[in-house]
Nanobody, 120 residues
């Protein structure tokens, strides 16, 4: 399983780092990703980190502000979120799978999510 943490409430322009800890399997063998879903909106894939070649995908909505990274020694990966905007308010889900899937339900592992609220 994977479990997210690090969500919270932040002022616009602030930063948060989300963590995703895996148990029962090694993250080293999986492509990792993050999705988010805001109230009334469709779930959005925002980042993927390919374990085969290290390539990274970011959605246009977060490119240049968010960074995905991994620490295999801790079996944990992260989403560093900088310059947060109100439109980043959403529930964030971490995922793991051999491939970067387009839909959360297609991934082998996904967490219960952590809430991020950006508001002044």
């Amino acid at each position: 399983q994977v479990v997210e943490s690090g969500g919270g409430t932040m002022d616009p322009g602030g930063s948060l780092r989300l963590s995703c800890v895996a148990s029962g399997f090694s993250l080293e063998d999986y492509t990792l990703g993050w999705f988010r879903q805001a109230p009334g909106k469709e779930r959005e894939k925002i980042s993927c980190l390919n374990h085969r070649d290290g390539s990274i995908y970011y959605a246009d909505s977060v490119k240049g502000r968010f960074t995905i990274s991994r620490d295999n020694a801790k079996n944990t990966f992260y989403l560093q979120m900088n310059n947060l905007k109100p439109e980043d308010t959403a529930r964030y889900y971490c995922v793991a799978d051999p491939f970067c899937r387009d839909y959360l339900g297609e991934w082998v592992f996904w967490g219960q999510g952590t809430q991020v609220t950006v508001s002044s």
